[in-house]
């Protein structure tokens, strides 16, 4: 089988990362790939924040643990947070956005990183508290959080693939 579509079958999301943080070098790998994802007509709007910084990182976590109502760490101890957002006034965001999330985890697979997207971003950029944030980080206009990629390096074995479940596939001749 060829080594891409092999890739592509073997990546899954991880939920149990090291603490160690991923070099630099490997960061900005992963984000380039998210930036050469597929957008409609070609707009290329969906913009990445890469959160390194533990404090803030920390901060995005409480914030993702309050509105899914939980104590445990959302981001499962990743060190690193590819926060992915879109302008508002585009209908093409949650599109847009999940071919660079895509992207994202694909990538980090192919560099030997641990990914997995979690939702909750929306809401957390909607509150004023994320509006906040994206003041802080210089980030203007009003943009919608579309997904977090977490990173890292896994702790423990890459978990197997579930059986793929039958009947999802109907052809039209």
């Given at each position: 089988?060829?080594?891409?579509?092999?890739?592509?079958?073997?990546?899954?999301?991880?939920?149990?990362y090291?603490?160690?943080?991923?070099?630099?070098?490997?960061?900005?790998?992963?984000?380039?790939?998210?930036?050469?994802?597929?957008?409609?007509?070609?707009?290329?709007?969906?913009?990445?924040?890469?959160?390194?910084?533990?404090?803030?990182?920390?901060?995005?976590a409480?914030?993702?643990?309050?509105?899914?109502?939980?104590?445990?760490?959302?981001?499962?101890?990743?060190?690193?947070?590819?926060?992915?957002?879109?302008?508002k006034?585009?209908?093409?965001?949650?599109?847009?956005?999940s071919?660079?999330?895509?992207?994202?985890?694909?990538?980090?697979?192919?560099?030997?990183?641990?990914?997995?997207?979690?939702?909750r971003?929306?809401?957390?950029?909607?509150?004023?508290?994320?509006?906040q944030?994206?003041?802080?980080?210089g980030?203007?206009?009003?943009?919608?959080?579309v997904?977090?990629?977490?990173?890292?390096?896994?702790?423990?074995a890459?978990?197997?693939?579930?059986?793929?479940?039958?009947?999802?596939?109907?052809?039209?001749?």
């Open positions: 089988m060829n080594a891409e579509l092999q890739a592509l079958k073997e990546r899954r999301s991880v939920r149990k090291k603490a160690d943080m991923v070099p630099q070098e490997l960061i900005d790998q992963v984000i380039d790939a998210g930036l050469y994802a597929a957008s409609g007509h070609g707009t290329q709007e969906v913009i990445i924040v890469a959160v390194t910084n533990k404090e803030v990182r920390d901060k995005l409480q914030m993702n643990r309050e509105i899914l109502g939980t104590s445990s760490d959302s981001f499962y101890g990743a060190p690193v947070v590819l926060v992915v957002l879109g302008p006034s585009n209908k093409l965001t949650p599109y847009d956005g071919l660079v999330m895509g992207n994202l985890m694909q990538a980090a697979h192919a560099v030997g990183l641990g990914s997995c997207w979690i939702n971003a929306k809401e957390e950029f909607d509150s004023e508290e994320g509006k944030l994206l003041k802080e980080w980030i203007e206009g009003e943009y919608e959080g997904g977090h990629c977490i990173l890292g390096y896994t702790d423990g890459v978990p197997q693939a579930a059986p793929r479940k039958a009947n999802r596939v109907f052809y039209v001749k």
